[in-house]
């Protein structure tokens, strides 16, 4: 009953996608596929990335929070951190509560997490 945290998620990451920032869930299967793979999935005007893979996913589904990577398309460590400030404050306007120590090398961790989805169809 009530909004879901995966579905919080979803809020707040469409929120950032509308501000220029790409934002993808489950998002290849690793950290370095991620890195890799993330700069294609940028539009004209993207700024930045946040995202999580699928082993972050499946930690998240067994009660370990979730890990985020973020980053600016432009590869500075300014840019990057001004990323997480916005992947942060997107979070908690959303209601999830997040771990960060505004280190722009440092993922962001949402902890806790309930990691309960609805079924569909």
């Known amino acids: 009953q009530g909004e879901t945290d995966p579905e919080r998620l979803t809020r707040a990451f469409t929120a950032l996608q509308e501000t220029g920032i790409t934002a993808r869930e489950h998002f290849t299967c690793c950290r370095s ?3 890799a793979e993330i ?3 940028g539009g ?3 700024r930045g990335f946040v995202y999580f893979h ?5 930690s ?3 009660g370990h929070g979730l890990t985020l990577h973020y980053g600016g398309f432009d590869g500075s460590p300014a840019t990057t951190a001004a990323i997480g400030h916005e992947v942060v404050a997107a979070l908690e306007a959303a209601g999830l509560r997040t771990d960060w120590d505004h280190d722009p090398g440092q ?3 949402i902890t806790p997490l309930d990691w ?6």
């Open 33 to 35: 596929c991620g890195q």
């Open 60 to 62: 998240a589904a067994a």
């Open 44 to 46: 004209p005007g993207a």
């Open 107 to 109: 993922a962001i961790t």
């Open 54 to 58: 699928t082993q972050s996913t499946d």
């Open 39 to 41: 700069g294609g999935e």
């Open 116 to 121: 309960r989805r609805r079924l569909v169809g």
